[in-house]
């Protein structure tokens, strides 16, 4: 019956995200929602999905009987394997849940992609996710279970991980390419006029909707990568403004205050269990407390030098050529929650307001 248990879970949020993302794909698509609060609600509907998956599972001990079933023990470490098996069903019941929305994502996007390829992408996408979270999920028990401390060499291991190998999770989590001769020429002229200096150049499959761009890796070994997509609809000025304002963002250290934000933030977290000397209630109160303002600040901070990077970027391409392309690609970029409380970006709205009225000139 465990493995039923598993499979009847497994089967069952599939069906229920697949059907709840087409209902609500199909809902958005009448409203004639934008494209970025489309993709964010087809987003939380397979996180809504997979965390129900998980959730579900571990209050049945689903994984524990699959784990007996085939004679294994469940106690630590054998409990790895069950974790693996959970991360996996929880990558299949995300892709599902994304497929029942892909009918109308496709028609909304004008995509030209089958189901087949669709499918692979997001799941090997969703298992690079289930991974990572399984590697953090793992290291931080043998931390409590074996070198019993509080999870801070975890934490700090994975932000390290996060900021020296973002280069090779772009590439696993995405299909990439070398550009041909004539790409790679077209991009060296354009990246030399924006002003941005990388290591390497890679190209992302962007299904002939998507404009993303952005730049990993530690400082000289930086990569950019960026949507063939975006090469083929936009023209060279188009371009060259994006890659300026990539430019301005890797002067000022956007991702890497963000690193430091985050994991400065968890790192208060994490202290205020393993070191109490006002009591435990007391202390995780305090350092949760100081976490959440260096948070905030780190968010605003980071807002603030994206807009410091648009302006360096109408400096060095025209402030006009800024404006325009990211007007132009703006439902074709994944601004997450962008302008939010919750978000280290600035609304595209009002980085697109500052440059056109001039209102954050000199702050470059």
Same mark, same amino acid.
């Given at each position: 019956?465990?493995?039923?248990?598993?499979?009847?879970?497994?089967?069952?949020?599939?069906?229920?995200?697949?059907?709840?993302?087409?209902?609500?794909?199909?809902?958005?698509?009448?409203?004639?929602?934008?494209?970025?609060?489309?993709?964010?609600?087809?987003?939380?509907?397979?996180?809504?999905?997979?965390?129900?998956?998980?959730?579900?599972? +571990? +209050?049945?001990?689903?994984?524990?009987?699959?784990?007996?079933?085939?004679?294994?023990?469940?106690?630590?470490?054998?409990?790895?394997?069950? +974790?693996?098996?959970?991360?996996?069903?929880?990558?299949?019941?995300?892709?599902?849940?994304?497929?029942?929305?892909?009918?109308?994502?496709?028609?909304?996007?004008?995509?030209?992609?089958?189901?087949?390829?669709?499918?692979?992408?997001?799941?090997?996408?969703?298992?690079?996710?289930?991974?990572?979270?399984?590697?953090?999920?793992?290291?931080?028990?043998?931390?409590?279970?074996?070198?019993?401390?509080?999870?801070?060499?975890?934490?700090?291991?994975?932000?390290?991980?996060?900021?020296?190998?973002?280069?090779?999770?772009?590439?696993?989590?995405?299909?990439?390419?070398?550009?041909?001769?004539?790409?790679?020429?077209?991009?060296?002229? %354009?990246?030399?006029?924006?002003?941005?200096?990388?290591?390497?150049?890679?190209?992302?499959?962007?299904?002939?909707?998507?404009?993303?761009?952005?730049?990993?890796?530690? %400082?000289?070994?930086?990569?950019?990568?960026?949507?063939?997509?975006?090469?083929?609809?936009?023209?060279?000025?188009?371009?060259?403004?994006?890659?300026?304002?990539?430019?301005?963002?890797?002067?000022?250290?956007?991702?890497?205050?963000?690193?430091?934000?985050?994991?400065?933030?968890?790192?208060?977290?994490?202290?205020?269990?393993? +070191?109490?000397?006002?009591?435990?209630?007391?202390?995780?109160?305090?350092?949760?407390?100081?976490?959440?303002?260096?948070?905030?600040?780190?968010?605003?901070?980071?807002?603030?030098?994206?807009?410091?990077?648009?302006?360096?970027?109408?400096?060095?391409?025209?402030?006009?050529?800024?404006?325009?392309?990211?007007?132009?690609?703006?439902?074709?970029?994944?601004?997450?929650?962008?302008?939010?409380?919750?978000?280290?970006?600035?609304?595209?709205?009002?980085?697109?307001?500052?440059?056109?009225?001039?209102?954050?000139?000199?702050?470059?």
């Amino acid at each position: 019956m465990a493995p039923l248990t598993f499979a009847g879970a497994l089967v069952g949020v599939s069906l229920l995200g697949a059907g709840w993302s087409r209902v609500s794909a199909g809902l958005h698509e009448r409203r004639d929602s934008s494209v970025q609060r489309f993709r964010r609600r087809v987003r939380s509907n397979w996180l809504s999905a997979a965390v129900l998956f998980v959730g579900l599972v +571990w +209050w049945t001990n689903a994984d524990w009987a699959v784990l007996a079933a085939v004679g294994l023990p469940t106690d630590w470490p054998w409990a790895i394997f069950g +974790w693996a098996l959970v991360a996996a069903g929880a990558a299949v019941v995300a892709t599902v849940s994304y497929l029942g929305a892909f009918p109308v994502a496709r028609r909304v996007r004008d995509a030209d992609i089958g189901a087949g390829t669709a499918a692979a992408k997001m799941f090997r996408y969703q298992l690079f996710i289930a991974a990572l979270v399984l590697c953090v999920v793992t290291a931080l028990q043998v931390e409590f279970r074996v070198l019993e401390t509080s999870g801070l060499l975890t934490l700090l291991a994975f932000v390290a991980a996060a900021y020296v190998f973002s280069t090779p999770f772009v590439s696993v989590s995405q299909t990439t390419a070398v550009p041909d001769d004539a790409t790679r020429e077209r991009l060296d002229r %354009l990246c030399d006029r924006a002003g941005l200096s990388v290591a390497r150049i890679r190209l992302l499959d962007g299904g002939g909707h998507r404009s993303d761009h952005l730049v990993r890796g530690p %400082l000289g070994r930086k990569t950019l990568f960026l949507t063939d997509s975006l090469l083929d609809r936009y023209d060279d000025e188009t371009v060259s403004a994006h890659l300026a304002v990539d430019a301005g963002r890797v002067a000022r250290y956007v991702y890497e205050l963000r690193l430091f934000t985050v994991g400065a933030a968890a790192g208060l977290v994490f202290g205020g269990f393993a +070191w109490s000397p006002l009591g435990f209630a007391l202390s995780f109160l305090v350092s949760a407390g100081i976490g959440v303002i260096v948070l905030v600040t780190g968010e605003y901070a980071s807002k603030r030098l994206i807009y410091r990077a648009d302006e360096a970027a109408a400096q060095r391409v025209g402030r006009a050529a800024v404006a325009d392309a990211l007007d132009a690609t703006a439902d074709e970029v994944d601004t997450g929650r962008a302008g939010s409380r919750l978000s280290f970006e600035p609304s595209l709205a009002s980085r697109i307001e500052r440059l056109r009225d001039g209102s954050g000139a000199g702050e470059a």
